[in-house]
């Protein structure tokens, strides 16, 4: 038997697996951005966690996140999070975005200038 062939049903599988952060952000602005944020660690150590869940999710697993969603009054029965906006199966897609949000955007590189300067004797 060829095992070559019996991987690549799984490798097609990969990249749907991963999620799709674009998708995420908008499941994370309908069912979480309420009351929550998804922001880098900030350096003067003012993160409001758990209201910042990309910090979160950088201490915790998307395990943990799937139970959350699944039914997050057994995880916490206190919480006044509500996830039932947020389908199970986006949940791969909002722990891509929440992770694309854990690290600052780079600043935008300023284009060169058409103009060239002065030489200097």
Not at 27 to 43: G, L, S, T
Not at 54 to 70: A, M, P, Y
Request: charged share 20%.
């Amino acid at each position: 038997m060829n095992r070559p062939f019996l991987l690549l049903p799984l490798l097609l599988a990969l990249p749907a697996s991963a999620g799709d952060a674009d998708f995420g952000k908008k499941a994370f602005e309908a069912a979480c951005a309420q009351c929550h944020v998804a922001e880098p660690a900030r350096p003067d150590g003012k993160n409001a966690a758990p209201a910042n869940l990309s910090l979160w999710l950088s201490t915790h697993s998307g395990t943990e996140l799937r139970k959350w969603v699944k039914d997050p009054w057994k995880v916490r029965a206190d919480t006044q999070c509500d996830p039932r906006q947020l389908q199970p199966q986006y949940v791969s897609d909002l722990i891509s975005y929440l992770r694309s949000a854990q690290t600052p955007a780079t600043p935008a590189t300023p284009a060169p200038s058409s103009r060239t300067p002065a030489k200097r004797n």
